[in-house]
């Protein structure tokens, strides 16, 4: 057992689990690994078991994927964790990464959206990135800016 990386045993909030979390039912890693089709390393691993409304795979009660992570590193406790594939059935542990929260907030820089709060798209002409005190970045929507400037004009002149 490889054990849950030491990034996650330092991040803040970590509490050591037991090798399995217990659970209602337990787990039987035979019986967990039958239903996923195992392929190489890079490639993603179909979890052939229930699938919820949102297309995860679930597992008594939990995760497939997390199920997959635990039995393979250990339990990463309150964090989650994140499918880097984005292939929501996926339970090929070499796919996942625990979200420890700062990583979280990294990731939302790195990721900026694509839309503004009321759809707009925000393409390069249409955004504005600004940088808050705090060393957040903002994805502003000229597209809603302009709005709000006919507004506040046509208020002005009522
Ligand atoms: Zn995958
Ligand atoms: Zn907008």
Redesign the pocket.
Known sequence: MAGVPDSVRSAPGYVPQRKISPTQRPFVPANFWAKVERRSTGD??PWRGHIDKAGYGKWLGRSAHRWAYIDTHGDPGPFPLN?L?R?RA?V?PA?LEVVTAKVNRDRRVLTPRTHCRHGHELTDDNVKIETTKAGHTLHRCWTCRREQLKKADANRWR
């Open positions: 993603c691993w499918l594939c292939n996926c090929n796919h």
